[in-house]
């Protein structure tokens, strides 16, 4: 059984190496970018590169959006010569930006009034996921959509059905207010044994392999030590997905105390002015909360 | 050379398979435990059982203690008949039981009265860790005493030197500081993924592999998504680390944000008659917290 033709709307930094391993695994691929030459690059390595992406998605089965942001997905597909009004009846639309949840459940309404599939299915692991695809992916949708697109996502990585439309984005919130309450606390740890007399660097090696041991232990902790916060992920973008995430929360009644005080911390941090720094800078700003020379 | 004379003071859950560690790798051991039975089991195994504490140390190069709490700890070592008295010269005290930072300080103090080395060495990993020779050890001490001491150490985990006396403690507080904030975050998150619709089990699985992933994501993760409780850690146990590690903290003049809001939200679950359950229980108080069935 061939693979569908697949439209892939979004070539950036992280879009181009998904589209390399979509043709790797021997899908047509049509790619469109607005900076056209982000797209041409793709040629090379087999692509069609589309003129508009109307023209990437006429006729299409599946439609893959790896856009910036949900403003940008929804005009993009929705918008006057939408992509979406040019796919194929019974064609599947997967958006793997990270976007707010009630604008994917939004795009799910909107498809289904058109007669397609959709799944949210945003991206954890960075440039070097998507160029060795091994990204973690988590999807929202129904399991007819999730079946419909799992062999393309599963050429990106590895993809886990988590829920109905907008459980995707959902998941990528929980994961982004966990990475940033856990920075925050594996910056206080340090501090402690800073302030305690003993050897920050020695500590961090004497707990891995521990309960403690995580990537953010490991990279995060890493840098704090070294006092090295060129990002990496930007202390202000983590601000903005911890909004997020919290808004989400309060719009679903729900209090999280601690999230709510990091969300805190990291408003303070990037009000400090230290917004471009790596989000491990918290510690930073648990300095100068103690008054202490940062 | 042939290894030193080893006094181990303490053979319960912990102490029993760590003696066995040392016997494997060749030590002469001579154990005493105040229930006799549980030193008397270790005969069978190579090891030399005592009629007290003092007879264990007497002559001994090597005093290894892995008693309750610090009070016990000093009792044993430094009362009437205390087993430091009894080592020779140059001999050298571990303490591996988990006590305060200030008593551990203590007790290198007065061993250097009596001409004795000491290190503070806590641990982690429980007693799979101590049966394996698995063990993570922070240890505490002076890069001299570290050497006398390291092959000892060497044969029941991974010993690491952190600091001068007291940062063994020190980096154990760390430790559980940061596992009782992780769970914290692990539960905030998979309570808001609940709250919003997604499968929490499957929210767990898509996100191992990646930032968030630990021991804690994993475990303690997996025993809020089952609703099962059973210890583990006891939840009062986490709360007496965590308060420990504040005070520690605030003797420092040290305000740790997260870690108190943590200690709050592990008072108010013990309080709720939780104290019994697995520190893992913290997700009840969430729930409680937002008024949500337990």
Redesign the interface.
Known sequence: MSHPTLAFIGTGIMGAPMVRCLLREGFAVRAWNRSQAKATALAADGAQVAGSAHAAATGANLLICMLSDGPTCTEVLFGEHGAALALRPGALVIVMSSIP?DVATDHARRCAELGLGYLDAPV??GERGAREGSL?????GTPEAFEQGRVALAAMG?P?????A??GE??K???Q???A??I???A??????E?????PA??H?????????????RQHGQRMIDDQFTPGGPAKWQLKDTRT?LA??HS????????T??DG?FSALVDAGDGDLDHAALIRQ?RR??RLPE
Chains 1, 2 share one sequence.
């Open positions: 949840v954890s692991g973690a992916i988590m999807v929202g590895r886990v059905l988590v829920g109905p907008g459980s959902l998941a919130l929980v994961n207010l966990i990475v309450s856990t925050a606390t594996v206080e740890g340090l501090l402690l044994a302030r305690g007399g003993a050897d020695k500590v090696e004497a707990l891995m392999g521990g309960f403690v041991d995580s990537p953010i232990w995430a989400h929360a679903l009644g729900l209090s999280l105390p601690v999230g005080l990091v911390l648990l909360h103690n």
